[in-house]
């Protein structure tokens, strides 16, 4: 059973419009979430955190918004630019599993086209 | 210089053979990892260590083991190849010292083909 979900294998946006990328989770034990962008033949490099006591988090043209309620967070990029184009993983960690593991989730792959 | 390294970069082997991947950090890190990557299915832990004397089991550990011979290297190890096993796999590194948060830094993958 997957315990992080990025629902949307892919996603297609204009440069310079607002990319958003959605994830859920299912453990309410999580108390970190990250963020991490893939470019092919490459290793995943981080991207953006935020820890469950913030509803927000943002670090220039990257901004992750929190919802607990809901188990859901977002990553938005504005304005996204040809070089965003990667596969985002969305990931948590927290104290309900193994103490400092990461759960990632399956993906999704961003186009932004010129 | 990359601070997180993995040889080979990439393999092709046959089925039944024994094959180890190295991982190499000069980050500091007493904490090490072992992903595998499958299209469309994310990341996946193989085995995990804290420090020099501990291994842990990931989600998908069967097949695979690990040796940790000194805080910077990490090996796995597949002691008979099969065909589901080819994949990308990832080596990442974290600091405990961080605290509760558990940025993870990868290095660029071996990509492995089981014949």
């Known amino acids: 059973d997957q315990q992080v979900k990025q629902n949307s294998p892919s996603l297609s946006v204009q440069e310079g419009r607002i990319s958003i990328l959605n994830c859920d989770y299912t453990?309410?034990?999580?108390?970190?979430f990250l963020w991490y962008k893939k470019y092919p033949a490459e290793g995943p490099t981080f991207l953006i955190s935020i820890s469950s006591i913030k509803d927000k988090n943002e670090d220039g043209r990257f901004t992750v918004f929190l919802n607990k309620s809901a188990k859901h967070l977002s990553l938005h990029i504005v304005p996204s630019q040809p070089g965003d184009s990667a596969v985002y993983f969305c990931?948590?960690?927290?104290?309900?599993?193994?103490?400092?593991?990461?759960?990632f989730g399956k993906g999704t792959k961003l186009s932004v086209k010129p | 210089d990359a601070d997180v390294t993995q040889t080979p970069r990439n393999r092709i082997t046959k089925t039944g053979k024994r094959i180890m991947l190295e991982c190499s950090q000069t980050?500091?890190?007493?904490?090490m990892y072992w992903y595998r990557q499958d299209p469309g299915l994310g990341l996946q832990l193989i085995y995990y260590?804290?420090?020099?004397?501990?291994?842990n089991k990931g989600e998908i550990s069967d097949g695979y083991s690990v040796s940790r011979q000194a805080q910077a290297k990490f090996s796995l190890s597949l002691e008979s190849a099969i065909p589901n096993q080819t994949a990308l796999y990832f080596c990442?590194?974290?600091?405990?010292?961080?605290?509760?948060?558990?940025?993870?830094?990868f290095g660029p993958g071996t990509r492995l083909t089981v014949l």
């Open positions: 453990n309410s034990m999580f108390d970190y």
């Open positions: 990442a590194t974290s600091d405990s010292r961080q605290g509760w948060d558990n940025e993870q830094f």
């Open positions: 980050k500091g890190h007493d904490r």
């Open positions: 260590s804290f420090d020099v004397k501990d291994i």
């Open positions: 990931a948590a960690s927290g104290y309900g599993g193994s103490q400092g593991n990461l759960i």
